[in-house]
């Protein structure tokens, strides 16, 4: 009996020693010197591209055992929406990383170097600040890390697509958001850059919708009356390809006039399955998300410093491939 009864002594000795040693293991994957990360995110503007961003966002810090405050989306793009947004959530304190989209390549610069300042590291994900070099020093290297598309080299593949389907000749038009966010603007350089290869094609006009459907879906009506034998529109982000392609549907000229459009909302999906889209990048904003958790909390919990840029590749949508099933997990949602 005393025998047994040492036994089991021993036996729970080694058990009460061991049980920290398993909770430590768990608790190691989520805290960083005894206490829980918290990443913050910080949206653009509300549509289902950051949804879908902050989808994968979640999803990676559930994994990693990270805690996520999700900043208000703004409704309007641009630093007048997004700062009284981003001071609230990091007033909400006990922030270990800040992720954001920045509205502005510029205006953002001084408020995020503050918070940086403050020793809390940024990411910016989707959109960057100054060129996005961030591997050189300057005003706006600070950032651990930009994580999004390569816009630029998206914008020429959209051209070299949308010569295709207009036969390599004809007059093109671009519906544009923001003359400075780093994300279009390269979108629309390199579309120019594409489509400059193609010497019977000319480029007509770019224009600015701030973010606005509407005003996008007017200023497309009013280019295609200005320039009746447009065969070719780029509409370069959920917006302005949205209203890109409501103009050429009221107009009557869906399918004479091809629409190239720039994010898989689940509208634009609708659209090309209807005849009214002909191509859609997909981004991978989820990929995005994800990776960007995952590059913050190894800075944190073990000061591995992420690549200054990191660039997940993206999709095209067509007519051919709209219906395959491995392709639905590039659809937007939120």
């Known amino acids: 009996m005393k025998k047994t009864m040492r036994i089991l002594l021993g036996l729970a000795l080694v058990l009460a020693i061991a049980a920290p040693m398993f909770a430590s293991g768990t608790k190691e994957a989520a805290t960083s010197g005894g206490k829980s990360v918290t990443i913050a995110f910080m949206p653009g503007i509300s549509d289902p591209f950051y949804y879908t961003m902050e989808r994968g966002v979640k999803e990676k810090a559930k994994e990693l055992g990270v805690n996520i405050l999700v900043g208000d989306y703004p409704t309007t793009w641009g630093p007048e929406a997004q700062l009284p947004n981003l001071q609230a959530l990091m007033a909400r304190g006990g922030i ?3 992720l954001i989209a920045p509205t502005s390549t510029t205006a953002l610069v001084a408020p995020l170097k503050a918070i940086s300042d403050k020793g809390i590291p940024v990411i910016t994900v989707d959109t960057y600040l100054g060129n996005g070099d961030y591997s050189k020093p300057s005003d706006f290297s600070f950032p651990l890390a930009y994580i999004g598309t390569d ?8 051209a070299e697509h949308l010569a295709k389907l207009i036969g390599e000749k004809g007059k093109v038009f671009v519906e544009n958001t923001n003359p400075d966010v780093s994300s279009v603007t390269d979108r ?8 400059a290869e193609f010497p019977n094609i000319q480029m007509v006009g770019m224009e600015y919708c701030m973010d606005v459907q509407q005003k996008a879906m007017e200023q497309v009506t009013a280019a295609l009356q200005k320039n009746p034998d447009i065969v070719g529109i780029f509409g370069v982000n959920v917006f302005s390809a949205q209203g890109a392609a409501q103009a050429v549907k009221n107009a009557g000229l869906s399918g004479a006039v091809k629409v190239a459009t720039w994010d898989a909302t689940e509208t634009l999906i609708a659209a090309l399955k209807a005849g009214d889209v002909d191509l859609i990048l997909a981004q991978k904003p989820a990929e995005i998300g994800s ?3 995952e590059a913050g909390y ?4 073990q000061k591995v410093a992420p690549p200054k840029k990191i660039v997940p590749g993206f999709e095209f949508f067509t007519r051919d491939n709209v219906n395959d099933p491995n392709m639905q997990q590039f659809v937007y949602k939120k």
């Open 291 to 293: 990776l960007a958790v």
């Open 298 to 301: 190894k800075y944190v919990t």
């Open 151 to 158: 816009n630029k080299l998206g914008g020429k593949q959209v």
């Open 96 to 98: 270990d990383l800040l």
């Open 188 to 195: 629309g350089n390199g579309f120019k850059e594409g489509i």
